[in-house]
Structure formats: C-alpha cells, structure tokens
C-alpha cells in the first residue's frame, strides 16, 4: 500500500468480520430490541439458519420521549447469551453507561455498539472508555445524530486510546431540519470523508435507522455496499409489525433473505472494467471540474465588484428577492436539465452562501 505523506497515520485497523459464503458482506441481523425470551429466541433460530453470524437486540433503549419502551434491561442478558450458546451466533446489545458493560460483560457478551445518542456525548464516551478499557471486545459506534464528523471521529479516537482494538463505525443517518423521505439523512458525503481520513476503519451502514420504513431498507443497503462500506447492520424480528420499537422498519428474516438474494452484487473484478474505458472518462471528469472551478472563481470575482457596488449605495448584501429569483431559476434551468432538485438547491445555497462571504470579507 502506497502511504500519502500529508495524511497523517490513522491508528484504526481493519475489523476481521465473519460472513456467510452466500452474502454479499458480513451482517449483523436482529431485532431493534430483546422483547421476550420467545420473540429473541424465535428470531435468532430463523437468522441462524439463513448462516447470520452477529445478532443484535438492543436491551436498555435510549428513547427521545418518555412513555416508550425503554428495554427489558438486564432481565435480557441471559437471552442474549442463550442465542451464543445454543446458537453459535455472536451477540450485540447497545452499552450506554459503565453499568451497562460491566453487567454484560459479567455474564460473558463481548461485543457491543454504542447508540447514536450516547456517541453525541464525550463524558459518556469517556465513561465507557474507561468501563471497556483493557477488555478483549468488539465494539461498534454509531454516527451522532447531528452532522458533526468530528464528533464521531472523536468518539472513535477516544475509545481507540484507552486501548480497544477491535473497533468499527456505523453509519446510521443523521438528524436534519429538512424532513425528506428518509428517518434520519444519509448525507453519505460524511462516512465517505471519515472512510478517506481512515482508509482503515470498518463502516458498517445501517440502512433500517436510515430509512425508517421498511420499503426503503433494500435501496439504502445497495447504496451502502456500492459505496463500497464493510457491511450491513439490518433490523430483523420475527414478526415485525408488533415490535415494541422501530415496527416500521423491521424486516421479517425471510424479508432479509429476500434482501441479501437481490443485493448481490456479484465477485468485485475490477478487471472487468478495463482501465482503457475508465481512465479516459475519468480524464473528461477531471477536465470538467477544472472548468467548474474556473467558472466559479470567475462567478466569486463578480460577486466582490458587486459588493464594492452595494457598499457605495450603502445597500445591504443579502438581498432576499433576488436571491429567490435566482434560486427560482436555476431550479427551472436544472430540472430541464434532468438535475437532481435538491442537489441543485443545495449547490446553489452553497454558491450563494460563498459569495456572501465574499462581499462581506470585501466591506471589512
Ligand atoms: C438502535 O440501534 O436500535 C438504535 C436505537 O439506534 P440509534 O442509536 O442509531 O438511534
Ligand atoms: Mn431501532
């Protein structure tokens, strides 16, 4: 492997995840949360079968508002280690506080994943580092639910120093103002720049939390693999629609094996796409994006002698009207373009943003 001198060595090293011959990735299947004995023991056999290697339940729930379920808490333990014993499947449950680990780890769970809420937090990181310091376990963060990489690559770095080795990431969506089509955004540009300053921590995507509905879980996993991420963490119950939290987006096992059929994606062999078709493309690519820069470096020049103009009139930057018009035609001119809308929205915003920038930096 070739090592680029301006990145500085990451400490993270490749999970070496079990998978099943016949799926496209290793997979971590099971309910959103240990309900009864009956319902973890009842899923756990039809994932066990379909040769599932991790099993998740989780047992103590962080929910957003009281008067949900909020787990069966350790009452659950001994179901989780039935599922290994009997079952010979590696079983996962949510740690949120240093009581949470030491209970599980007493009766002898060693792989655990940290929920989105608690990753937000760096006193609870810290708390658990310190529970899961110096103990052989595998252990999963999820993303924050707010868009702040550094957050996440905190957490990460954190639990990486007090000496956890065994350490991967999932991406499980995030929180934004905007209520699109999915539970939680996937704005895959940010497991995607975690991946680029990590080339080799293990992301796992999470495709039920992202999508919120089971309709949309098969999409988001193909999206997650031909991102090329490590693997899938996919809630399963047996019979999902009575599940006591998420039932909207749980898959039955015969939905998951459905899912993971269609997922294949078949050997990756590069050499099927002979670099003689791909390397002239990616040079008119490469050609384009100069333009573009080109463009909008010329585009920002204006914006600053428009500025100069607005502070002779002692006119104020932002003016709202034409900002709209603007946005209102470049939306117009992209969909007859066959553009995305919200991609041209978002580029636009982004531009207009830049230039404000600008013509304030120009004032001052
Ligand atoms: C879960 O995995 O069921 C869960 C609560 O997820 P998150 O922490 O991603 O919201
Ligand atoms: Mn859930």
């Given amino acids: 492997m070739t090592t680029d001198p301006s990145m500085p060595a990451s400490p993270f090293t490749r999970l070496h995840l079990a998978q099943a011959p016949h799926h496209p990735c290793p997979?971590?299947?099971?309910?959103?949360?240990?309900?009864?004995?009956?319902?973890?023991?009842?899923?756990?056999?039809?994932?066990?079968v379909q040769g599932v290697h991790y099993y998740r339940a989780s047992l103590w729930k962080p929910r957003t508002r009281p008067g949900s379920f909020e787990g069966v808490g350790q009452l659950g333990l001994p179901w989780l280690r039935r599922v290994e014993t009997?079952?010979?499947?590696?079983?996962?449950?949510?740690?949120?506080?240093?009581?949470h680990v030491e209970e599980a780890y007493a009766v002898g769970l060693r792989a655990f994943w940290i929920g989105a809420r608690t990753t937000a937090s760096p006193f609870a990181i810290a708390e658990?580092?310190?529970?899961?310091?110096?103990?052989?376990?595998?252990?999963?963060?999820?993303?924050?639910?707010?868009?702040?990489?550094?957050l996440w690559?905190?957490?990460?770095?954190?639990?990486?120093?007090?000496?956890?080795?065994?350490?991967?990431?999932?991406?499980?969506?995030?929180?934004?103002?905007?209520?699109?089509?999915?539970?939680?955004?996937?704005?895959?540009?940010?497991?995607?720049?975690?991946?680029?300053?990590?080339?080799e921590l293990t992301i796992l995507v999470d495709p039920s939390h992202i999508a919120g509905n089971r309709q949309l879980v098969p999409l988001v996993a193909r999206m997650g693999l031909e991102m090329?991420?490590?693997?899938?963490?996919?809630?399963?119950?047996?019979?999902?629609?009575?599940?006591?939290?998420?039932?909207?987006?749980?898959?039955?096992?015969?939905?998951?094996?459905?899912?993971l059929q269609q997922l294949d994606l078949g050997p990756a062999s590069p050499s099927a796409v002979p670099s003689l078709d791909l390397d002239p493309l990616r040079a008119e690519i490469d050609r384009l994006d100069g333009q573009l820069l080109s463009l909008l470096s010329e585009r920002m020049q204006i914006a600053e002698r428009i500025g100069a103009l607005k502070r002779a009139a002692h006119l104020p930057i932002v003016q709202p009207d034409r900002y709209r018009q603007l946005l209102e035609a470049r939306l117009q001119e992209g969909r007859a373009r066959g553009l995305d809308e919200g991609f041209v929205r978002e580029l636009f915003s982004s531009i207009h943003e830049a230039a404000v920038h600008v013509q304030q930096a120009a004032q001052h």
Avoid at 86 to 99: D, R, Y
Avoid at 128 to 135: K, P, Q, T, V
Avoid at 153 to 158: D, F, P, T
Avoid at 167 to 180: C, D, E, N, P, V
């Fill in 27 to 48: 997979l971590i299947a099971g309910p959103c949360s240990a309900e009864t004995e009956a319902q973890t023991l009842e899923t756990a056999r039809a994932l066990a």
């Fill in 86 to 99: 009997e079952l010979g499947m590696q079983a996962l449950t949510e740690v949120a506080t240093a009581e």
């Fill in 128 to 150: 658990l580092a310190e529970a899961l310091s110096g103990r052989d376990v595998l252990l999963l963060v999820k993303n924050p639910p707010q868009p702040d990489l550094e």
């Fill in 153 to 199: 690559e905190g957490a990460l770095l954190r639990l990486q120093a007090a000496g956890i080795t065994q350490l991967g990431a999932i991406h499980r969506g995030f929180s934004t103002y905007a209520r699109g089509s999915y539970r939680n955004a996937p704005l895959w540009q940010l497991p995607i720049e975690l991946q680029r300053r990590h080339p």
């Fill in 228 to 259: 090329n991420f490590s693997g899938l963490i996919i809630e399963t119950h047996c019979t999902p629609e009575a599940a006591w939290s998420d039932a909207a987006q749980q898959l039955s096992p015969l939905q998951l094996q459905q899912l």
